[in-house]
């Protein structure tokens, strides 16, 4: 079992014709997962890969194709308008790849999409992937196997790490979700515990903060109020000094605000087992 | 990406709102004509990219021209915050009457926008919030809707303003928005925005941070950006395209993705060494890079060894040993370098740096193990030697 | 019985202080209608009549009174805004008298009330009169008596002529509902409608609409589907010439369409009888 | 309020669409001499308010500039819709390959703007929605959100236009829909929208039609505004902020509101009588405007009767009957007057019309059969007498 995608989920690849769409695209038919249709303005009518079709609008895309999930890689100018075609041609789970898109532009997708019940994974994030299922994003799919820890993260390379560690380790993922490093993305850890929590597939959480915001304190506000699993948590950027942006354009301090100690506390109060580094994380699994 | 604070004027009055006459002055001689052609007193105010330049000395009244020469003499030879006052913005002092404090920034918490006042104006909003949180007001702006005039005037009533201010202080926060959106700015702020003599709301201080995501679509403002203010490396990092930020240990990093750089800074902490920088070389990495990223982590002469930690992903280790070996020819190393390597192509990449006086790591906790002895073995002191 | 308002209706007087805010604001009172608050920017702290306090936002003047019910009297640029901050204080139903509003205006101030669950009311309208207990808004109260009949207008002295002659008649009103004659407003026909069906103080229902929109066809459809009160109708503007505005923004035939025929002939169908001029209306009803 | 299509092209141009190139003539000589700055053939536009141009000969083609003076000079003898021509637009005729229909004007039943397309551009756009509905594309927008370059690209593949030419009309759509929104538009049209034969979209035709109700905030706007073209009559009324539409018959009316105003027109015709106009003096009656309403309708001889039907509601009948009499001694009435007088204060301004020369009549219904019977009183063929 696992959340947001499985085997039956349809993907629409947005942008499926520049550089990126395609060399992820080849990599998620790879995996396995079901490419039902592109999209590129100005392109429909071609094929990519002889298999899959490619359409002008996502209106036109998701007529034709009946894709539910939506997977973006077009530039950081033009992702809002991706994200906004998608959710108004019909598709409820809409994740963007793409980096750098401008905040004003996300704050604007973010009430969109709040408004029209849809769920948007990212900005910025390496997306989604459900080993054995389905790859939705850019995460490499080998790093994982199949298994009953549902990871979610901020991060994109950590993610990985410690999806590796993991595996390495003898376990396995039910879904690895990751939500972005942007200050306004679409999904906060909240959202998706709370999918975990519900998932029979999903026996222990891992989760992966970094500094920024407030959205791990969020999150252990939730787990005391209504979660049950087992949740293991690394937080990174304890070394990181305030009011300096750390790669991430949401990692930063700021006032006093976004300590990663905080988060740490938080976590640490309401039962959530806190690795010191990606390595430890599989011991602190029950 | 911030703004000078006479650029931040120029766009504020450009979208209408009253700001103090000045005038930048690049050197004494300039300072003194400005305020002469004045007359009586003037501030001379640093024009800098950092904050707390009060408290650095950079914003000073003069009474007279003769004053405001010898004053900004001084203030164009300070360095605030790590950058050098290259200009000074010569201004007629304002009695004042009353101070406010108003900004637009993005509420992350809310996702959206939100209007922040306080009739303490004139001192640092993040202290006001701290002590006296019921003297700030806020309205939280529906993204697509906007700032509306009512919200205005609820902040406005609730700072105490008297309401003969209202008209204008609601076509000043309206025009501050348009600013905001206009610019795709993440901050707009006036600090204060004083009551003056007559009665009238100026803005007496300004600051503009713009979206760094959104330069590409504000050519304008991408020309008013000062991309040669600050230190050498910065800039340099900039042009790379790599995020470097500078610490104080003797570990340098050079990892890819920037939450596996601050988890592999943490983890040398947790070990007992000390990470000197979090440096993120992104996606890819070819020579250019990877040779520019380990000259910026060795430019700083307290760093004794330097810690690579590579994940390949869509990124191939064996592309990437590649650049690391180019990279180490171009560059002189004199310093123990410790490699880890995991991912796509882990194996290619491994034998590609069989040959090289790379350290080998097998994990990242032994690549943090690896680069602490490495430090200890040079000697306790050491890291203190270069700061006599 | 009634709808919208009736005795415990607690209404907040938006532009008290202007010269139509105060001539109608002394005329509710009269009628017995409980003004709690009005609001002013700059006029906080002031009085009205002695008897009411003025705030200087809806927020305060809300937070202090109870309020429940808005009526505007603000000149049209500022009516908008004068709506959207009384929705936002909490306000569920706001009855906007100003005539004039721009057009884009009302699009999105609708677009903010609908979001809000809020009802507005108008603009450009007379507002609401139940006889006896409630006037928000500009009907002269002496015109209307208690009663069984709903009336559902989309004019002002139109409406005030039916009522005349519905009292002259010896029947009385349960509520009196004038919607406004804008293009765009807040309240059609079917709302009205619908609550005057599950109103037990409404025997019958008397509607008045002319030309312009499809405001009746669409009532007509409610009609024939949801409706089971015995409803007359008269529709002003047979006689009118295409293409003209005629006095209404919103009264006016636009390529066919809005034709006062074009509605009669809907509402016939659908059971509706439609009297051929004001007069006729009362032997009309049951 | 509609601008000229020379306005309308004005405005497009400034929000960076491509519109033909041409200059207004207002004579001959002026026509000739664009024509031959252009040189070839050029196009003859009437700018006049009312639509249907073309087919009142309103448009033609000039094949040389002595050819383009004896057309203007025709044009502008002409009358289109009750509008004198004034002005012409000389324009240098378009090769044309494709001709597209482009608007936004707002969708009353869903309550917000619409965006409407067709590939069968340069014709009634209200003759391809009968015949040929499939061939309009419409995309609703949203009105805080604005409109989307997405929405844009709906509409351009669904009307086939190629998609070389998609990312030009995206531009060109957005720019309209700015115009739209900045301007306080209700229809921002271009018809047609020409592909021309360097494979260019330009806006051949333009129209442009402002909310009344927003020009208060559209400065720019007002000045645009011909206020002194159409009837005098017309003006006239506006200025006296009455609402007044002539028609074809032989009873005037004189109501307050606009709702009564109909009513009274059908309570007219369902009686057999024929009503003169549609005027509505709003709220309050004073003299001013009592007169002036007189004025305008008795200006047609038509006009056998009036009747006057007021409600008192706000508006006192007393204050009503007052401005009556000054205004019956100010206009020189020579035909009878039904007055219907009800409502606050009626007894009063009933008492007061009691010594004039006014036919006083008990409701609506009465009123209406007393001026039917006054027409017909004065011969059934009457009405046409004055057609002659």
């Known amino acids: 079992m696992s959340i947001l995608i499985d085997q039956s989920t349809r993907v629409l690849v947005q942008g499926i014709t520049g550089k990126e769409g395609l060399f992820h695209t080849n990599r998620m038919m ?31 895309a998701v007529l034709a194709s009946g894709a539910n999930c939506s997977v973006i890689y077009v530039p950081a100018l033009y992702a809002a308008d991706a994200m906004l075609e998608a959710v108004t041609a ?3 789970l809409v994740v963007c790849i793409t980096e750098g898109v401008p905040l004003q532009d996300m704050m604007r997708v973010r009430e969109y999409v709040d408004n029209c019940g849809a769920r948007l994974i990212g900005p910025n994030c390496p997306g989604l992937l459900t080993p054995g299922e389905c790859n939705v994003g850019i995460i490499p799919g080998d790093i994982a196997r199949e298994g009953n820890v549902g990871v979610v993260s901020r991060s994109g390379t950590l993610t990985y790490e410690v999806l590796h560690t993991l595996s390495e380790s003898g376990r396995g993922t039910s879904t690895c979700v990751g939500i972005g490093g942007d200050p306004i993305s679409g999904t906060s850890f909240v959202d998706i515990l709370r999918l975990f929590e519900e998932d029979p597939g999903t026996d222990q959480i ?5 500094i920024g915001g407030q959205d791990e304190e969020r999150a252990a506000e939730q787990i005391a109020d209504r979660l049950s699993k087992p949740i293991v948590a690394f937080v990174a950027g304890r070394t990181a000094p305030a009011g300096k942006t750390m790669g991430h354009a949401g990692a930063i301090v700021e006032g006093g605000s976004g300590l990663a100690d905080n988060k740490i506390r938080a976590l640490r109060e309401v039962g959530v087992r806190i690795a010191n580094h990606p390595e430890e994380i599989p011991e602190l699994l029950k | ?11 504020f009055a450009q979208n209408g709102i009253s700001v103090s006459e000045g005038y930048v002055a690049v050197d004494e001689e300039g300072a003194k004509n400005i305020a002469s052609g004045f007359g009586g007193d003037v501030m001379i105010k640093a024009q800098v990219l950092s904050g707390g330049r009060g408290k650095a000395g950079g914003v000073k009244l003069a009474r007279n021209s003769e004053d405001a020469a010898m004053i900004a003499g001084e203030i164009l030879r300070l360095e605030i915050g790590g950058y050098k006052v290259r200009n000074v913005l010569v201004e007629p002092a304002i009695v004042i009457k009353k101070e406010i404090y108003l900004a637009i920034t993005n509420d992350r918490e809310r996702k959206c926008p939100v209007l922040i006042a306080s009739g303490a104006g004139g001192i640092d909003i993040e202290d006001v919030a701290e002590q006296e949180p019921d003297k700030i007001a806020r309205e939280y702006v529906k993204p697509f809707m906007g700032l509306c005039n009512y919200q205005v005037r609820n902040v406005a009533s609730e700072i105490d ?13 309206m025009a501050l ?15 204060p925005l004083v009551v003056n003599e007559e009665d009238a709301l100026i803005a007496v201080d300004a600051k503009v941070v713009l979206d760094g995501n959104a330069l590409m679509r504000q050519p304008e403002m991408r020309e008013n950006i000062d991309w040669g203010a600050g230190q050498e490396y910065e800039i340099e990092a900039h042009r ?6 500078a610490l104080d240990g003797q570990i340098g990093c050079l990892v890819n993705g920037a939450g596996l750089a601050m988890g592999t800074m943490d983890i040398i902490e947790y070990f007992g060494g000390e990470p000197a920088n979090f440096l993120d070389i992104g996606g890819g990495a070819n020579e250019e890079k990877v040779a520019g990223a380990l000259r910026i982590i060795l430019r700083d002469d307290r760093v004794k060894t330097v810690l690579i930690n590579i994940f390949g992903g869509i990124t191939r280790c064996d592309e990437v040993a590649r650049g690391l070996i180019a990279a180490m020819n171009e560059v002189d190393v004199e310093i123990p370098i410790v490699v880890r390597l995991v991912g796509t192509n882990k194996d290619e990449g491994l034998r590609l740096l069989e040959d090289s006086d790379l350290i080998l790591a097998d994990s990242l906790v032994d690549a943090a193990k690896k680069a602490i002895e490495l430090v200890k073995a040079l000697g306790k002191d050491d890291r203190y030697e270069h700061s006599d």
């Open chain 1, 206 to 210: 891992v989760m992966i903060g970094e």
């Open chain 2, 1 to 11: 990406m911030k703004l000078y604070e006479y650029q931040a004027k120029k766009l």
């Open chain 1, 30 to 60: 790879e995996y396995g997962t079901e490419i039902v249709a592109g999209v590129t303005p100005g392109k429909g009518g071609d094929w990519v890969f002889d298999k899959v079709p490619v359409f002008n609008t996502c209106k036109a």
């Open chain 1, 90 to 92: 019909g598709i409820k």
């Open chain 2, 240 to 245: 790379l395209g790599l995020s470097y930020v």
């Open chain 2, 161 to 173: 303003l008297p309401s003969r201010l209202w008209p204008e202080f609601v076509q000043i926060a």
């Open chain 2, 177 to 191: 928005y348009d600013a905001y959106v206009e610019n795709d700015a993440t901050i707009v702020e006036i600090n």
